[in-house]
């Protein structure tokens, strides 16, 4: 019987996975955030142990809990944009500096780290396909500052790498655009507060214009989020040690969309549904500009594709959801909460 330590299990990632485990092991979940609407009745769950907390204050907490559990997945990280631009500082403190006493904790006891890298690293790298274990990871200049995330997050691949020469068993995991219900909060109408399919999505809610920036070319390869905690679960899982010292895309090269696409397919399914279709009726998608939208500290990325081969090979596992199942599904989960959301305009 496992234990598995889940910093920020209240997150994206934290919930889904903790829901995934419970429903389908044995493991104990030992889970620390400073909020928990995202996990409902799993709070209460007789294998779910949860501390409210914060990882920069509750120091003493987490490195027991390390000691104690035999995975840790430390997945505390600021990831919008917007905030790479606006408090770059604010990214580094917490995206690096305080998850790297977890990372030595990991170390200094022996634990298996699972830890989320991201497909940022990759930044404006040239190659069709991103290759784990060969591709270049490229940034630009200093004065863009959106460029804090993608660099922090190498860094500390390369400090856990350096910890695996030292005898760490570590996994890196990079999710390519992981999408589904709870990803951020969709009654959040600041502009640039949430990934891009709850921004579009609630802007839709609401019935108002979708901004494209810089004329919504760039593509990404969305991943439905149930297909990517079926890989993490079977890093988790770790048979034979398949996964220990790797590099993990976790991505479905097949789901890639450009921003302006995905905005259209979002509209004509809004369409389908009595619950949406008169706001999205209102909706006009508009062109703007990164400076304007972020500020001039932006940089976009035109592509970002993962190479899974590895991935699928050692861990035995292919991406299965279609991006038309994957909206569908968004859609479907937020039915409920359609009400909710344009109360907030009122």
Not at 244 to 265: D, F
């Amino acid at each position: 019987m496992k234990k598995v330590l889940i910093l920020g299990v209240n997150g994206f990632i934290g919930h889904h996975l903790s829901k995934r485990i419970l429903e389908t092991t044995d493991w104990e979940v030992y889970g620390m955030d400073m909020q928990t609407e995202r996990l409902g009745d799993l709070i209460n769950h007789p294998r779910m142990h949860f501390f409210e907390g914060d990882i920069t204050i509750n120091k003493e907490w987490v490195e027991y809990h390390v000691k104690k559990c035999d995975v840790i997945l430390p997945l505390v990280a600021i990831a919008t944009p917007s905030t790479y631009v606006k408090q770059p500082l604010r990214v580094f403190e917490l995206d690096f500096e305080a998850n790297l006493p977890i990372v030595r904790s990991a170390a200094k006891y022996g634990k298996h780290l699972v830890f989320p890298s991201t497909s940022e690293v990759y930044g404006m790298c040239h190659d069709e396909e991103f290759d784990p274990d060969q591709s270049e990871l490229i940034c630009g200049p200093i004065n863009k500052p959106r460029w804090i995330y993608s660099c922090a997050k190498q860094l500390m691949d390369r400090v856990i790498w350096g910890y695996g020469m030292e005898g760490l068993n570590f996994t890196l995991f990079r999710p390519f655009n992981w999408i589904g219900a709870g990803l951020d909060s969709i009654h959040t109408p600041k502009e640039g507060s949430s990934r891009v399919v709850t921004q579009f999505f609630g802007h839709i809610v609401r019935g108002e214009n979708i901004s494209l920036v810089d004329g919504g070319a760039q593509k990404r390869a969305f991943t439905y989020i149930d297909d990517g905690i079926d890989a993490l679960m079977r890093i988790i899982d770790n048979k034979n040690g398949v996964a220990s010292g790797k590099i993990y895309n976790i991505g479905n090269p097949t789901n890639n969309y450009s921003i302006r696409e995905l905005a259209h397919m979002m509209l004509d399914l809004a369409a389908e549904y009595p619950e949406y279709a008169e706001n999205a009726k209102k909706v006009q998608l508009v062109e703007t500009t990164s400076d304007a939208y972020y500020g001039n500290g932006y940089q976009d990325v035109k592509n970002r594709v993962p190479k899974i081969t590895n991935t699928c090979e050692e861990l035995g596992w292919n991406p299965s959801t279609t991006m038309k199942d994957t909206m569908r599904n968004i859609f479907d989960a937020y039915r409920s909460q359609v009400a909710e959301a344009r109360a907030l305009m009122d």
